[in-house]
């Protein structure tokens, strides 16, 4: 079975970075990416993420679905984008350079594939990362850390017990709807899609039920052993913060420090090679 | 000796209730005792365990009266935080009991919640999992233990606290023979251990009584009706009388009209003292019973050859060359570990699990080119929650969802209902919606739904499990009525009655593989079997040693053939 969000442990650096730390880098990186479309900068982020994906040892094999998954949905992007709106590189650029002969509407020009290099490069530059984040961090220690970070405790061990019951779910999921093929209920690919989603409901609610009552259950097996006694708990899976988790968050708040920089020198979100030509 | 918990005329009534659902009780415990509960299904077991371990009042409301004391303080009087410091609770169900991500985070998660900072926090942890053996487990994911493992974890998980009380709720439900026998010495261990009192709630008496216990408490309806040693209790005829089943060595003695005393020592079937004139009575009760035939042969349903499967294409195999052959009305029992390919053995015949290798034949017909929905047709599968197959709100909706599937006519679908749910006694219950049934009445929910589709044989997963003797017989003695019917039946049980009692034939997997397929009496008499396939012995086999009865096994088989033909059959009929 497939676990999507999937903690996968591999000695590497990255690993050894607190959860509240690569939290705080994924939210600076991001935020770095997303204000600035300059095709330099974000081509240098595209190309460093990709070598802490390398750094943090985990294989292309790990990701490759949700890897695809982005993928077709990038690909989609562009071309809704591109139908759309053909135009829309050279509105931003101010210029209009065709490369072929024909001049229609849908005529490609320098500046809209230039636009779409751009929104590539973005993709490249934060989807790595979050996947990054997503595999090298252990919920119980991200729980931990968002704890130290100012998270309520009751909040912060609902996001690691989430994700303990996802394999659960998961597995329950399977068995309930195997039981309800052999009734009858259609779920492969033969009938349509209303069908299936048909089907689907019928599988949730004995999900939903069952899992109702391990709820109940749980908060109690919590409360016997103590949970939600204090204002303050500890975590087995705490780590202190050291010197590399300082500095990695030094250096993408500096990340984010030179993506405003930049677009205030260009004067745009956009980084213009036309304005010379 | 220091009293530890102490209930003075307590009665307890949930706010939701008209009646109270604890009456006047009366109980005490001791520093260190070890006290056995028992009772069928509603009598107030697992009430009186929440108003021990404080979820009564915190989370279940309700009224009481009288007064319960922890080491001479009310519990009104403290929180649930501070009960817990002194009582510790296993749940019945390991697989929620465990909260975090991993056996160590488990094992210190009343420790975090205490406040406890480094290096107590992982010494502590550490020393804990030594002392129930899950040391080299510590990184460990609860998917990736047995059910045993999970139950030394929750163990761990409340002995971090130093309590002076150890609640189990049903532990062994879940659990195989072998495993329940181990966590039986568990208890022991860690009660003796610590010099907690411990105090079991399981209605398997003859596996708890393995290891000695100071008292049983029996309850009904509500109340405390003995509360003696086990010697006692087991030479009274209270256990039968309020639907609790007596070990099966003690049932023997009765049927040969043995009179038990206490001072015979019947608590286990290694202490108990029979005189030569109750051997000579064993003897002429093994005597007086005809061997029992040998059934005719008969048609053969469903075929396997070969089978071989693995979940991923590289895996090492979890089903490897499975040659079986069920015959047509045939009630056969699938037994062994955990994780023996028993469940996986029953899904590739279904059909969910496709990509084996090997051979299926159902009435001389090819079986691997049918689909799950094609398969469902001629084999019903039963899961063992109920809850996980009910999609509907109402009952007839529910039984009718098969055939309204296959688009079958209103006809044809009232007739059909109405027959189903007849059978499985449900008709007057039709109009009902399924939330107000029972969990035994929902099993039976999901048997109708899946006879409406008039399968030839049905696969039951742990047909009985968390039931008590009364919900079980009935369940049970209804398998046997539609198997009478002609239904062949197929069970996948860890439960050593079930099969003695009611299957005809055991056939035993171990690590994927059938290492035994004959009668469950020669099966259960079989030292090599028991042990590889983790099942435990019949006491009964040792009682006939112990009478100098040389065909042990056949003295099972007769036992069982005497309770299924003549004690049945008188019950039946008062």
Redesign the interface.
Known sequence: MNNLFNYIDRPSPIHRLTGATKFVCLMLWSAAAMSTYDTRFLAILGAASLVMFKVSRIKYKDVSFLLSFTFVFLIMNNILVYLFSPLHGCEIYNSTTYLLPYTGHFAPTAEQLFYHLNYFLKYLATIPIVLLFVCTTNPSEFASSLNKIGVKYSVAYSVSLALRYIPDVQRQYHEISQASQARGIEMSRKTNIVNRLKSASTILIPLILTSMDRIEVISNAMELRGFGKRDKRTWYMAHPFRRPDIVCMIVCAILVVIAIALNIINGSRFYNPFMQI | MEELLKFENFTFQYNAQTKPTLIDINLTVHKGEKILIAGPSGCGKSTLIHCI???IP??YKGENRGRLTIKGKDTNKMS??EI?KSVG?V?Q?S???F????V??DI???????????PK??DT?NEVAGLVNVDKLLDH???ELSGGQKQRVSVA??MV?DVELLLFDEPLANLDPATGKQAVELIDNVGKRTGAAVIIVEHRLEDVLYKDVDRIVLMYEGRIIRDCTPDELLSESALKEHGIREPLYITALKYSNVNITPDMKPGHIDTIRLSDSDMKKVFDFYESIEEPKERGTRDKLLEVSDITFAYKEGHSPVLKNINLCIDRGEMVAIVGTNGAGKSTFS?VI???EPGYEGKITFAGEDFDSLS??E??EHI??V?Q?P??????VMIMDEVA??LR??GASEEEIATKTEQALKICGLWKFRNWPISALSFGQKKRVTIA??LT?EPEMIILDEPTAGQDYRHYTEIMDFLKEINEKGVTVLMITHDMHLMLEYAERAVVFSDGRIIADDTCASIITNPDIVREANLKETSLYELAKDCKIEDGTGFVRRFIDYERTVVNVKEREA
């Open positions: 371990n404080g979820l915190f989370s649930l935080f817990s609770t749940l169900d697989d929620a009991q909260v975090g991500m991993t160590a985070e210190a998660f009343a420790l975090e919640n205490d406040c406890v900072g480094e926090l992982h942890v994911a609860p998917t998980g409340v606290d899904k279904c059909g969910f799950i929905k398969r469902a019903g599968f899961l929650n809850n996980q197959m009910i999609s509907k969802m098969g599937l296959r739904s899946i589709l």
